[in-house]
């Protein structure tokens, strides 16, 4: 942040990968929040409030948006409706229970050990790259957490979705627990829950089959053998699912891109699919326990007739059960409710 050719070109850089970030996932944007309240807080980065390289960083990261900009006011602004307003009207009403969620998933994410150390760096003052690199990351990671424990009081927030917070705390933490036993319990902490997760999706649910939808982890080749030979004996117009989830999941273990969702959930699927196209048209879909096929999808098509399931099992233990239809005479959506949900 200071004056001089490079350092100038090194923040212009910055504003290229803030703006990609900001295309990957929309809470990329808490870069900006952060270096905005690092700028503001500090007296002496006030000046760059008054500089135009400032404001062509911030140009950049606009102009690098403008595939999502465009395709927003196309759509009525469908990404920033789903996002600022349908999904905070879940059932808003003042809960600790999700902001106790919150709490305790930040601290399996972030670990028991880094607890000391994050509150050495709030509570210090370092010089150099340290000393900014700390106040970036005390900006971001506080915005960033209060920001969604506000939300976690009336809706359900992930704790992983603080990920750019704790990202930004990253290179101050490391002078704070330096090489110590605090490093030393750290890492036996991250390679063991790193093993834990990596058994839990890939040889037996350990956390059990509900948690961290451990139930979708398993069995898409088996999945994907069934539903590809099903496809081959009734040859339908077009394929989908009862979930959005499970029809990204399907298109992967098919390597295709041609499944859709249906259902009266809102989401990307909807704006894909042409329904008219379809009309009259014969459905193969895939649906789970967990995300049965809805009445009112049913009832959008002539007939609908279970043809097979697939049952996933490891060591003794039912994982999920997927059944796949037959759907034929598709009739479209017409009046069909659509809303978000989680």
């Given at each position: 942040?200071?004056?001089?050719?490079?350092?100038?070109?090194?923040?212009?850089?910055?504003?290229?990968?803030?703006?990609?970030?900001?295309?990957?996932?929309?809470i990329?944007?808490?870069?900006?929040?952060?270096?905005g309240?690092?700028?503001?807080?500090?007296?002496?980065?006030?000046?760059?409030?008054?500089?135009?390289?400032?404001?062509?960083?911030?140009?950049?990261?606009?102009?690098?948006?403008?595939?999502?900009?465009?395709?927003?006011?196309?759509?009525?602004?469908?990404?920033?409706?789903?996002?600022?307003?349908?999904?905070?009207?879940?059932?808003?009403?003042?809960?600790?229970?999700?902001?106790?969620?919150?709490?305790?998933?930040?601290?399996?994410l972030?670990?028991?050990?880094?607890?000391?150390?994050?509150?050495r760096v709030?509570?210090?003052?370092?010089?150099?790259?340290?000393?900014?690199?700390?106040?970036?990351?005390?900006?971001?990671?506080g915005?960033?957490?209060?920001?969604?424990?506000?939300?976690?009081?009336?809706?359900?927030?992930?704790?992983h979705?603080?990920?750019?917070?704790?990202?930004?705390?990253?290179?101050?933490?490391?002078?704070q627990?330096?090489r110590?036993?605090?490093?030393?319990?750290?890492?036996?902490?991250?390679?063991?829950?790193?093993?834990?997760?990596?058994?839990?999706?890939?040889?037996?649910?350990?956390?059990?089959?509900?948690t961290?939808e451990t139930?979708?982890?398993?069995?898409?080749?088996?999945?994907?053998a069934?539903?590809?030979?099903e496809?081959?004996?009734?040859q339908?117009?077009?394929?989908?699912?009862?979930?959005?989830?499970?029809a990204?999941?399907?298109?992967?273990?098919?390597?295709?891109?041609?499944?859709?969702?249906?259902?009266?959930?809102?989401?990307?699927?909807?704006?894909?699919?042409?329904?008219?196209?379809?009309?009259?048209?014969?459905?193969?879909?895939?649906?789970?326990?967990h995300?049965?096929?809805?009445?009112?999808?049913?009832?959008?098509?002539?007939?609908?007739?279970?043809?097979r399931?697939?049952?996933?099992?490891?060591?003794?233990?039912?994982?999920?059960t997927?059944?796949i239809?037959?759907?034929?005479?598709?009739?479209?959506?017409?009046?069909?409710?659509?809303?978000?949900?989680?």
């Amino acid at each position: 942040m200071d004056d001089g050719t490079a350092r100038w070109r090194f923040f212009l850089g910055a504003a290229v990968a803030v703006g990609l970030a900001c295309l990957t996932k929309y809470i990329g944007a808490l870069l900006l929040v952060g270096f905005g309240l690092t700028v503001l807080l500090a007296p002496r980065y006030r000046r760059l409030l008054l500089d135009w390289r400032s404001y062509a960083g911030l140009a950049i990261v606009v102009a690098m948006q403008a595939p999502v900009l465009i395709w927003n006011i196309e759509t009525d602004f469908a990404s920033f409706r789903l996002h600022l307003v349908d999904r905070q009207q879940l059932g808003f009403g003042l809960t600790w229970t999700h902001l106790l969620s919150f709490a305790l998933q930040l601290l399996v994410l972030v670990g028991p050990f880094l607890i000391w150390p994050t509150i050495r760096v709030f509570l210090g003052r370092q010089g150099g790259f340290e000393g900014r690199s700390a106040e970036l990351g005390k900006t971001t990671f506080g915005a960033s957490t209060l920001g969604f424990s506000l939300v976690a009081l009336g809706n359900f927030v992930s704790g992983h979705w603080n990920i750019v917070g704790q990202a930004t705390l990253l290179p101050a933490l490391v002078r704070q627990v330096g090489r110590g036993w605090q490093l030393v319990a750290h890492s036996i902490y991250g390679a063991a829950m790193g093993m834990l997760l990596l058994i839990n999706y890939t040889a037996y649910p350990v956390l059990g089959v509900d948690t961290l939808e451990t139930y979708r982890g398993y069995g898409w080749s088996e999945i994907a053998a069934a539903y590809r030979e099903e496809t081959g004996r009734l040859q339908p117009y077009f394929l989908a699912a009862s979930h959005y989830q499970l029809a990204s999941q399907l298109n992967f273990a098919l390597r295709t891109t041609q499944v859709t969702a249906l259902s009266q959930r809102l989401d990307q699927y909807d704006y894909w699919f042409d329904d008219a196209a379809h009309l009259g048209q014969t459905a193969l879909i895939l649906d789970d326990g967990h995300s049965p096929l809805e009445a009112a999808v049913i009832t959008g098509f002539d007939a609908v007739e279970e043809i097979r399931r697939v049952q996933i099992v490891r060591q003794g233990v039912v994982i999920n059960t997927y059944r796949i239809y037959l759907a034929t005479g598709y009739r479209g959506a017409g009046d069909l409710a659509q809303r978000y949900q989680f």
